[in-house]
């Protein structure tokens, strides 16, 4: 393997490059995608259309009150660094209004761009997860491949089939979600796609459960051991995550952080940021739930 590949605190310094810059992008989650009106969004928006909220020089006239203004979706929303990589590299600076022309091969790209750029950001957690392994070397292939895909011209963009890339090496991540489980419990319990909407999982031991893809909907995790635990994909909007332990839990995104509601007791991976609309005290459930989850570390 190469130097730079087998460091894996480079790649994590390399996580933040995954990260929305929304002043190098020309606006495109507030173009391309279609809004339907719902506790989401307090309006609709045909695909391709600006949103009202659109400012001349890219920004959102309501960036600061998103939730306020029901526009909850948009607050949760993360390119992971799509959009500045469509509009500076893929279309060397170019935007949808001067070139209207490529406006609609850009949204499309943009789509795709998304999902690769996601996919990236998994496959380097998991590199950062397993150091030296002998799934390492696939990771890295894996990795590369998903960069290369990134700088590809416009039309190839426009015609990959980003998805079935996705479930290519969703089997990948699998395989790595088992071993990294494996490390606190010999035989994790996998609730793949389970329904767990408004379940009640307060104080639960959930170390090493595989989430991925479940419906945690309005579930009660507060003070949840989620240590070791897949979430990829799991749904969390408006979980309450309060005194929850999520420092160690693999496969979170900030999307779905953003989607639930915590305190100053939920623990949250390093990578990742503590939503602003969260609690900035603990609440009394938070504290006490999240004392009965540190007696069982």
């Not at 850009?106 to 795709?112: E, H, Q």
């Not at 496959?123 to 070397?137: I, V």
């Not at 699998?174 to 793949?192: G, I, Y």
């Not at 999520?246 to 939920?266: H, K, R, V």
Request: overall charge neutral; some cysteine; hydrophobic content about 40%.
């Amino acid at each position: 393997m190469s130097d730079r590949t087998d460091d894996p605190a480079h790649l994590v310094g390399e996580r933040p490059d995954l990260r929305a810059d929304c002043g190098r992008c020309a606006g495109l989650c507030c173009v391309a995608p279609a809004f339907t009106a719902s506790a989401d969004f307090a309006m609709d928006k045909p695909a391709g259309q600006p949103c009202r909220n659109l400012l001349a020089d890219f920004r959102c006239s309501i960036h600061d009150s998103l939730r306020e203004r029901g526009f909850a979706g948009c607050a949760v929303f993360d390119c992971f660094g799509a959009g500045q990589q469509v509009t500076q590299v893929t279309f060397g600076g170019r935007d949808w209004r001067e070139s209207p022309e490529i406006a609609t091969s850009m949204f499309t790209v943009f789509a795709v761009m998304r999902q690769l750029r996601e996919l990236l950001w998994h496959l380097t957690e998991a590199r950062t997860l397993l150091p030296a392994c002998p799934l390492s070397d696939e990771l890295d292939r894996a990795r590369e491949r998903t960069e290369r895909l990134t700088g590809a011209d416009p039309d190839e963009l426009a015609a990959f089939d980003a998805t079935a890339y996705r479930q290519e090496i969703g089997p990948l991540l699998t395989r790595v979600s088992e071993v990294v489980r494996a490390e606190v419990r010999d035989s994790a319990p996998d609730r793949k796609g389970a329904d767990l909407i408004e379940a009640n999982l307060q104080g639960a031991d959930l170390r090493g459960t595989g989430l991925r893809g479940a419906y945690l909907l309005g579930a009660d995790l507060r003070g949840a051991n989620l240590c070791k635990a897949d979430l990829l994909g799991a749904d969390l909007r408006v979980a309450d995550l309060r005194g929850a332990f999520l420092a160690e839990s693999i496969f979170l995104t900030q999307p779905q952080l953003d989607a639930a509601n915590g305190d100053a007791a939920t623990t949250i991976p390093s990578s990742l940021t503590r939503p602003r609309h969260w609690s900035a005290s603990v609440t009394p459930a938070g504290s006490a739930t999240a004392r009965r989850r540190r007696r069982r570390r």
